[in-house]
T-cell receptor, first 111, second 117 residues
Framework: GENVEQHPSTLSVQEGDSAVIKCTYSDSASNYFPWYKQELGKRPQLIIDIRSNVGEKKDQRIAVTLNKTAKHFSLHITETQPEDSAVYFCASQEGFQKLVFGTGTRLLVSP | DSGVTQTPKHLITATGQRVTLRCSPRSGDLSVYWYQQSLDQGLQFLIQYYNGEERAKGNILERFSAQQFPDLHSELNLSSLELGDSALYFC????????????????FGAGSRLTVL
């Protein structure tokens, strides 16, 4: 079955710095790659997603890149703010099959 | 409120017991997913239903079972509970099954926190 690896497990940055979280997936049939943010004590919420026919997608300070050949995708957050502190999960899905999550990255943005 | 309703919010029970967690998906969503999140752990996929039928199964224990009813609500049954089953159980729903923008997006409920003593 699909396996999603996520790195790093923890990431500490200063406010205003950039943060990059990387994921790799195993199933070449996967074609949908979302990122979810989970704040402490809250439910995960979608922040951005990308489909396999697109190499990059951007939404304000957040961007996602996808390398289908290497089966890598990454989340880029620029100009980080303390409210970006949370756990971020990548995930992959083929069609409408199960959505498999990575192990999560705890991002801490210090003022 | 995300539109996905999970009950109960909290549940404390003893080892060996059986519990049922309930989920009502967001209006219009046909697909329901169940995930287990242990303390400081990731989101472990348990099972997925689409319009009443099982669509995919993850690492769900044989002691666990689930179903989606004709009104699309879903129940997750956990039996012969062990200490290690203590976790936050999330239900999420999506439109699923139709190639329209946003059909894959999961909306999570607030979770049911199970504590097994």
């Amino acid at each position: 079955g699909e396996n999603v690896e996520q790195h790093p497990s923890t990431l500490s940055v200063q406010e205003g710095d950039s943060a990059v979280i990387k994921c790799t997936y195993s199933d070449s049939a996967s074609n949908y790659f979302p990122w979810y943010k989970q704040e402490l004590g809250k439910r995960p919420q979608l922040i951005i997603d990308i489909r396999s026919n697109v190499g990059e997608k951007k939404d304000q300070r957040i961007a996602v890149t996808l390398n289908k050949t290497a089966k890598h995708f990454s989340l880029h957050i620029t100009e980080t703010q303390p409210e970006d502190s949370a756990v971020y999960f990548c995930a992959s899905q083929e069609g409408f099959q199960k959505l498999v999550f990575g192990t999560g990255t705890r991002l801490l943005v210090s003022p | 409120d995300s539109g996905v309703t999970q009950t109960p919010k909290h549940l404390i029970t003893a080892t060996g017991q059986r519990v049922t967690l309930r989920c009502s998906p967001r209006s219009g969503d046909l697909s329901v997913y169940w995930y287990q999140q242990s303390l400081d752990q990731g989101l472990q996929f348990l099972i997925q239903y689409y319009n009443g039928e099982e669509r995919a199964k993850g690492n769900i224990l044989e002691r666990f079972s689930a179903q989606q009813f004709p009104d699309l609500h879903s129940e997750l049954n956990l039996s012969s509970l062990e200490l290690g089953d203590s976790a936050l159980y999330f239900c999420a729903s999506s439109v699923g099954g139709d190639i329209i923008p946003g059909a894959n997006v999961l909306t999570f409920g607030a979770g049911s926190r199970l504590t097994v003593l």
